[in-house]
Nanobody, 117 residues
Framework: QVQPVESGGGLVQPGGSLRLSCGVS????????PAWHRQAPGKQRDLVAS???????EYADSVKGRFTISRDNVKNTVYLHMSSLKPEDTAVYYC???????????WGQGTQVTVSS
């Protein structure tokens, strides 16, 4: 059973930084494409960043230059380093891993990030 588990959320002041981690058990992690999504209250869940098996990254326009996604295939972990945080970054952040060739798609339970003074 493939299970992503997020950690690292919390309360941070505007302009601050946080690093989210997502450990993925039960998989050949290097064969999956991990991504971070977020959902603010009353809004849809949106893609924040993704990283391909070869390390190619993509970001939502709203986080470009502030967030960095990375992966460690030895530790089976994907990270999201967030800096220059804004109140509008407040949301539940979800880790997702997928493998198109086998139609697999797994989600974590989410971790709350609150940006407030």
């Amino acid at each position: 059973q493939v299970q992503p588990v997020e950690s690292g959320g919390g309360l941070v002041q505007p302009g601050g930084s946080l690093r989210l981690s997502c450990g993925v058990s039960g998989s050949i992690f290097s064969s999956y494409v991990p991504a971070w999504h977020r959902q603010a209250p009353g809004k849809q869940r949106d893609l924040v960043a993704s990283i391909s098996r070869r390390g190619f990254t993509e970001y939502a326009d709203s986080v470009k230059g502030r967030f960095t996604i990375s992966r460690d295939n030895v530790k089976n972990t994907v990270y999201l380093h967030m800096s220059s945080l804004k109140p509008e970054d407040t949301a539940v952040y979800y880790c997702n891993v997928n493998r198109v060739i086998t139609s697999e798609d797994y989600w974590g339970q989410g971790t709350q990030v609150t940006v407030s003074s």
